[in-house]
């Protein structure tokens, strides 16, 4: 029998604005998890929780971020 795990994201305030230069930024619904989203969390992008307003507007209700992303590898070589 396998075990479900469950990731408890961490939680930021919503970027002002919302999607920023320089920084991944990926969109996901209210319950939505996939690989993709586990790779970029872990990666540290920002997850923007997106959902429907009553005027059936998309809204940024939530927005995650890992606050201990894995380090990035640098593997260019060392210029002479």
Do not use: C, F, R
Not at 35 to 50: D, H, Q, R, S
């Amino acid at each position: 029998m396998s075990e479900k795990v469950v990731m408890v994201l961490h939680e930021i305030p919503i970027p002002n604005p919302p999607i920023q230069k320089g920084k991944l930024s990926l969109t996901m619904s209210p319950g939505q998890w996939d690989t993709v989203l586990e790779i970029a969390y872990e990666e540290g992008a920002v997850l923007l929780e997106v959902d429907t307003d009553k005027h059936g507007n998309e809204i940024i209700t939530k927005a995650y971020q890992n606050p201990n992303p894995n380090p990035v590898i640098d593997d260019k070589p060392e210029a002479a």
